[in-house]
T-cell receptor, first 112, second 113 residues
Framework: DAKTTQPPSMDCAEGRAANLPCNHSTISGNEYVYWYRQIHSQGPQYIIHGLKNNETNEMASLIITEDRKSSTLILPHATLRDTAVYYCIVRGASGGSYIPTFGRGTSLIVHP | DAGVIQSPRHEVTEMGQEVTLRCKPISGHDYLFWYRQTMMRGLELLIYFNNNVPIDDSGMPEDRFSAKMPNASFSTLKIQPSEPRDSAVYFC???????????FGQGTRLTVV
């Protein structure tokens, strides 16, 4: 019963930007948007999170719409090593919604 | 810190045997989560602890599954008796409530034959 909707798969050319969308139309005011990714045979890895402002770190950028009902994770220059399943999840600061609950995510394939 | 450490990385056991999976969370983290991942069901939460106390075990599939956290640096997930349908990758994760960022271990791949 994940609160997010993501396309099941996407592909991207190496060196190009990968833009992964996520819909979270029922997000509440105190809930954050988190992104994780899971490379084959490894545990999920945290990428970035945000509340309402756009965020950037060394891995990616997170763009959250003004109404907060959707967001986009941007990998500015995708590499073959970015091939993974990307999960968008919504989490509150405390209480039951704190628990990281994962849907099926988006399988991103970066091709040469 | 070495991150979340799980052992063993791989476990093959016969149906009916007891299996114990182990997890060492990141020092200072006060939340610990156990997940199971299969192709059919994806990544599902089994149980989580806060300050070593089990908070929600509603994801534990059956009474054959049990989890403990005797201290802040160690947790176990036990399956007794094990069945072939328990075959999956089991992940442990820990986090600080304040930041919310969860760090995952490398997982234990369990095969019950």
């Amino acid at each position: 019963d994940a609160k997010t909707t993501q396309p099941p798969s996407m592909d991207c050319a190496e060196g190009r930007a990968a833009n992964l969308p996520c819909n979270h139309s029922t997000i509440s005011g105190n809930e954050y948007v988190y992104w994780y990714r899971q490379i084959h045979s490894q545990g999920p890895q945290y990428i970035i999170h945000g509340l309402k402002n756009n965020e950037t770190n060394e891995m990616a950028s997170l763009i959250i719409t003004e109404d907060r009902k959707s967001s986009t994770l941007i990998l500015p220059h995708a590499t073959l090593r970015d091939t993974a399943v990307y999960y968008c999840i919504v989490r509150g600061a405390s209480g039951g919604s704190y628990i990281p609950t994962f849907g099926r995510g988006t399988s991103l394939i970066v091709h040469p | 810190d070495a991150g979340v450490i799980q052992s063993p990385r791989h476990e093959v056991t016969e149906m009916g045997q007891e299996v114990t999976l182990r997890c060492k969370p990141i020092s200072g983290h006060d939340y610990l989560f156990w997940y199971r991942q299969t192709m059919m069901r994806g990544l599902e939460l089994l149980i989580y602890f806060n300050n070593n106390v089990p908070i929600d075990d509603s994801g534990m599939p059956e009474d054959r599954f049990s989890a403990k956290m005797p201290n802040a640096s160690f947790s176990t997930l036990k399956i007794q008796p094990s069945e072939p349908r328990d075959s999956a990758v089991y992940f442990c994760a820990s986090s600080l409530a304040r930041t919310g960022e969860a760090f995952f271990g490398q997982g234990t791949r369990l095969t019950v034959v």
